[in-house]
């Protein structure tokens, strides 16, 4: 879908300049993938590690895995010359005291001036503890810190650069494979609507690729709501990175479900989830065709959208029917052990939330009541699948260019653009590479998690 205010704005001309003298967001445009080249380059130019004096152990070892991705890495925040920053990592993981992140974060914003279009900020840090933990109180502050910087680094950042966090259990080593996959894709255009987002890495379970281009080789996924929208896109994100993909949808979506599977030699199948035996059918189908399913999307989703006092239990009813109730009757099948998956693929859930579920919003009671339902069922599930090496998460995009959203009136639409620290929409693809490496081996130790697409949307943070 098209975004004409981003699009006159974007160009040089009287638009642009009405805009700049009225204080108008201009929203950059951001770093996205080259189907032509996925990962290459990974950064838009050299590769900036700093840490605390206590994290310099492991910002060596992050480092040293920067170089084998054949990065131009640099531990000096001299910049090579007429060079720009393509990301800074800043290594935390043993940071003591939140008064220890002055220096790190002193030559993190010396470097901010010179960072390249699209740049990345990573922060590599550990999770805060909880109430019953005996972790000191300055090492748990100096933790939760880091998410409150990151967070606002994020909202400083311009030209379409991001700043994220990968938050590490207390024994989980900068070296597992998670914590290289999500560095990888915060690193990477695969990230470009993600921002102010920190992603725990809960084990060192997960594997490294053999092929980082294609890492869903041999894979099976099945994508509900697949015909248009964010499911069609995560059905050719999943199937460039390698897998074999069913897409489902209702029977009146059959010809849009067919052109869009046909794209990817990938398998239609016409049917309602709201259907009691839709799992065993999905599992048929694919079992009969490559012998096992994988991942599992649970993607396809309606709007009913009503203020609470003018809702109709009918509007309230059908759409918990098909966003919520059908995605927790098909896990009572495909959760269950032995289900999914096969001796060299791990299972995968991935679920559809939104940022209405985690904030809530006007005119939504019905659809957060089924997204934060969905975020629910995705924690209440975590550890389900660990015996096979599963997992179970949750992505929740925020304002995503879709037919969807086009159903929004153009004010609202626009406002809902401008929240975020991007100030513009993301695209369907943007969903679709969240869930991609969520689906991937090296995504095998986040487990029970929500990650959120939204370009820093200022609500539910
Ligand atoms: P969309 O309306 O463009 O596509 C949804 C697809 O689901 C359609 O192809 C539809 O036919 C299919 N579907 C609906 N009911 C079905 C059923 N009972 N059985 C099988 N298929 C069914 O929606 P969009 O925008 O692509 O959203 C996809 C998912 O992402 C939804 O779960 C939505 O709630 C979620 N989401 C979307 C956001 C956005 O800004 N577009 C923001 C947050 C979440």
Redesign the pocket.
Same mark, same amino acid.
């Given at each position: 879908m098209s975004d004409t205010y981003a699009k006159l704005v974007g160009a040089p001309g009287p638009a642009q300049q009405l805009a700049k003298k009225l204080g108008l967001p201009r929203p950059a445009r951001l770093r996205r993938t080259d189907p032509t080249s996925v990962d290459r380059p990974l950064t838009p130019g050299p590769v900036l590690v700093l840490s605390d004096a206590a994290s310099t152990a492991d910002a060596d070892t992050v480092a040293e895995g920067l170089l084998a991705w054949d990065l131009d890495v640099h531990r000096d925040v001299r910049l090579p010359d007429h060079a720009r920053w393509g990301a800074v990592v800043l290594v935390l993981t043993e940071l003591p005291h939140p008064a220890a992140l002055s220096a790190p974060a002193m030559q993190l914003g010396s470097v901010l001036r010179s960072l390249a279009p699209g740049a990345r900020v990573v922060a590599l840090s550990r999770r805060a503890p909880g109430p019953d933990t005996t972790t000191a109180p300055a090492v748990a502050a100096a933790r939760a810190g880091v998410d409150g910087f990151v967070r606002s680094v994020a909202k400083e950042l311009r030209n379409g650069a991001t700043a994220n966090g990968v938050v590490l259990a207390d024994d989980v080593d900068v070296r597992a494979p998670s914590v290289r996959g999500a560095l990888r894709f915060f690193l990477s255009a695969r990230s470009a609507f993600v921002d102010g987002q920190l992603l725990p890495v809960v084990s060192g379970a997960g594997s490294e690729p053999a092929d980082w281009a294609r890492p869903l080789a041999g894979v099976v996924a099945v994508v509900? #709501?697949?015909?248009? #929208?964010?499911?069609a896109e995560v059905v050719r994100v999943l199937a460039r990175d390698g897998a074999h993909v069913l897409g489902? $949808?209702?029977p009146?979506?059959g010809e849009s479900l067919t052109s869009v599977m046909n794209e990817v030699h990938g398998v239609a199948l016409q049917? $309602?989830?709201?259907a009691e035996d839709a799992a065993a059918h999905i599992l048929d189908v694919a079992r009969s065709r490559y012998g096992h399913l994988d991942v599992v999307v649970h993607?396809?989703?309606?709007?009913r959208d009503k203020l609470l006092a003018n809702m109709s239990a009918e509007k309230f009813d059908d759409l918990t029917a098909?966003?919520v109730t059908?995605p927790l009757r098909m896990n009572e099948t495909f959760a269950r052990p032995g289900v999914l998956g096969s001796p060299s693929t791990a299972p995968r859930i991935i679920s559809?939330?939104?940022?209405?579920g985690i904030a809530g919003n006007r005119g939504q009671t019905n659809?957060a009541n089924a997204?934060a339902g969905l975020i629910g069922m995705t924690r209440a599930l975590a550890g389900s699948l660990t015996d096979a090496g599963g997992t179970v998460n949750a992505v929740?995009?925020?304002?995503?260019e879709?037919?969807?959203?086009a159903s929004v009136p153009p004010v609202p639409r626009q406002v809902m653009r401008w929240a975020s620290s991007l100030q513009q929409g993301g695209r369907?693809v943007d969903?679709a590479e969240a869930i991609t490496f969520l689906a991937s081996p090296q995504a095998g130790g986040i487990d029970g998690q929500v990650l959120r697409v939204c370009g820093q949307l200022q609500t539910g943070q």
């Open positions: 509900t #709501g697949a015909a248009r #929208g964010i499911g489902v $949808d209702v009146a979506a049917l $309602d989830i709201t993607n396809a989703g309606i709007l098909v966003n059908a559809l939330a939104s940022t209405s659809y997204k929740a995009p925020g304002f995503i879709t037919e969807m959203t369907p969903v």
